[in-house]
């Protein structure tokens, strides 16, 4: 069996703060892909798999996707060779049955290694999310004031088009956040226990929130 030690970076933090943006910065500067719950949920929808089409009447309602079929999917995809060396996981867990089954999947690589946690306001996530746009194709992501692609509606890397997500409106991102503090923070409690929980300033301008995201990453033993 192997025993290897991996990295595994765990980043916590409400809807909107900030984690996929980074977590697409640091998988080019650590060499560790970005395993985005969310994202997988969005790519499933897109195909029409059932997966997608289960997850779809959650996701547009605010809630989680049952953690029966969340965790088979984050298994099957840490499973894969480009995680070898380990991963960043952007969404994952969200409540403590995900982190103990996260922990159990883990426990040959030597666990979790550092969990940042993105601290925003609401108002922040608020005015984050109502400005965010995706690419369409190849998932880059923007903000019309904040990070703006160079031709409106047009991304940048591929030239695809940028859509607003279905859950973004304000609605269902009151839902979001209050499904955060009530399943997802009680997480941050268990990895300060841990001794694996760093608090990030995610307020800051993104190259900011990266270099403190860096420095905490070091800390830990995870090196550029
Ligand atoms: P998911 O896709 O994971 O959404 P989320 O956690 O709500 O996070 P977001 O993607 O909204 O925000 P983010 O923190 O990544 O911010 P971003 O970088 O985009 O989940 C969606 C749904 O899927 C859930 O509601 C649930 O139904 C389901 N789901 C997912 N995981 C699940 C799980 N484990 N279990 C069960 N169900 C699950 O940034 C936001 C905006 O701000 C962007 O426009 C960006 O350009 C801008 N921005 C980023 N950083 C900065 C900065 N520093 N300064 C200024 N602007 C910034």
Known sequence: MATKARTFIVFLGPPGSGKGTQAKILEKKLGLPQVATGDLFRYNLKNKTELGLLAKSYMDAGELVPDEVTIRMVEDRL??????????????????????ALDQM???YGGVTVTPLFQVDDEVVVERISGRRICRNC????????NPPKQPGVCDVCGGELYQREDDRPETVKRRLYVYYKQTAPLIGYYFAKGLLEEIDASQPVDQVTAALLAVLAKHGVAV
């Open 79 to 100: 499973s894969r060779e480009d995680c070898a060396p380990g991963a960043i996981l952007d969404g994952f867990p969200r409540n403590l049955q995900q982190a103990v």
């Open 106 to 108: 883990l426990a040959p």
């Open 139 to 146: 998932g880059a992501v923007y903000h019309v004031q904040f």
